[in-house]
């Protein structure tokens, strides 16, 4: 048995408890979830609540929340995060690494579960995967440098023997995500040239920079402020001629050329279910965190075509989903 399997078998087994369970007990409970971004609806957040509401956990009955927004000001995760710390929830949700950092600082005790995260061990935020130890528990987007690794051999295909990947990240994203793409690119004999964002109206600007610093293509090393604004970075993509790829199917669906990832929807989904075993008492320590184990790989054939690309027969093959 290799190490996914047995940590996601192992998680399965701790994380798998009865529904009955939280139906059945009396008391109310306060949940935090702090968020990079603005209350706008997602679908991963949708499925989190229903997964909560399947587990029997209804907000107004036997769940009281607590919500704090950065609003892309990633100077306010600190101080949002002392403020729900404060408050005593039994245990506060969040996703993104520099969210999980700061209520990581502002508390060894409270239970953090990740909603999703980048090579979390990297970032310093837990001791290991199968033994998280400490307060932290949840799931990873990625495990490390390999994964990113794969994105940019994927691009590589396309645009073969090119040598300069742009990183676009919002301001502030820094720590593991961005040692994990120069150890992958430096892997693969590329250079780095990482774009920073703050707001939308500096996209523009971005791909300015990125064309004229010679990008072949790009990776989006994204929070809340990508994501929606993910159609008009496609648009910015094929405007300048920039491949482009994302970790969720949904800014391929949105116009970008690429994506290869996990499911933000199940990782979410996935939370709900560490609240629940947490909730009824299981400690962050002993919950291994959970790596993906599907990975799809969507290629968005309008855009190649709008980019002057011709998709490889062999990486079309393996598309788990080919947008015309």
Known sequence: MNRRTFIATLTGGLLATPRAEAQSAKKAYRMGYLSEGNPT?????????????????????????ERRYAEFNYDRLSALAADLVRLKPDVIVTGGNPSIAALKRATPVVPIVMAWSIDPVGAGVIASLARP??????????????????????????????????????????????????TAARKLGMTVLFTDVRVASDLKGAFVTMTQGRASFFVILGGPMTWLNRQQIAEFAVQ???????????????????????????????AATYVHSIL????????????????????????AKALGLTIPPSLLQRADQVIE
Request: glycine share 10%; proline share 7%; charged share 25%.
């Open 41 to 65: 609806p997602s679908p991963q957040l949708n499925a989190f609540e229903e997964s909560l509401r399947e587990l029997g956990y209804e907000e107004g009955k036997n769940l009281e929340v």
């Open 133 to 182: 130890g400490g307060n932290v528990t949840g799931t990873t987007l990625t495990t490390g440098p390999e994964f990113i690794g794969k994105q940019l051999e994927i691009l590589n295909e396309v645009v073969p023997k090119r040598s300069r990947v742009a990183v676009l990240r919002h301001t502030g994203r820094a720590g593991a995500e961005t040692a994990a793409i120069e």
């Open 240 to 270: 300048h001629r920039l491949p482009g790829i994302h970790f969720f199917r949904e800014y391929s669906e949105a116009g970008l050329l690429l994506a290869y990832g996990p499911s933000a929807v199940a990782q979410y989904r996935r």
């Open 280 to 303: 009824q008492g299981a400690k962050p320590a002993d919950l291994p965190v959970e790596e993906p184990t599907k990975f799809d790989l969507v290629i968005n054939l309008k855009t």
